[in-house]
């Protein structure tokens, strides 16, 4: 069974600095894409970050240059490094397993809140 447990999250300055993590378990890491997305409040869900089976990583433009996807096989754990904050990041970010790699996550984690304040 796939499970997603995300952490990390937390209360910033803007400028400051976060880093999430999402472990993992029941995923080949090898056969799935995965991504972070996020929501806030009276907005829809937007993918931040991902990263296809082959490491192919892709940005929302609002993040690019401040946030970083990686991914450690062997800990079975993805992460999320995200500098610069501002409070438009403030946001529930998920993270996320396509087992299709078509874009249709169908696995997600419980989320973690990131709150910048300005």
């Known amino acids: 069974q796939v499970g997603l447990v995300e952490s990390g999250g937390g209360s910033v300055q803007a400028g400051g600095s976060l880093r999430l993590s999402c472990a993992w378990t029941?995923?080949?890491?090898?056969?799935?894409?995965m991504g972070w997305f996020r929501q806030a409040p009276g907005k829809e869900r937007e993918e931040v970050a991902g990263m296809d089976m082959n490491g192919k990583i892709n940005y929302a433009d609002s993040v690019k240059g401040r946030f970083t996807i990686s991914k450690v096989n062997a800990k079975n754990t993805l992460y999320l490094e995200m500098n610069n904050l501002k409070a438009e990041d403030t946001a529930t970010y998920y993270c996320a397993a396509d087992s299709t790699c078509l874009g249709t996550y169908d696995r997600w984690g419980q989320g973690t809140q990131v709150t910048v304040s300005s």
């Open positions: 029941g995923i080949v890491y090898s056969s799935y894409c």
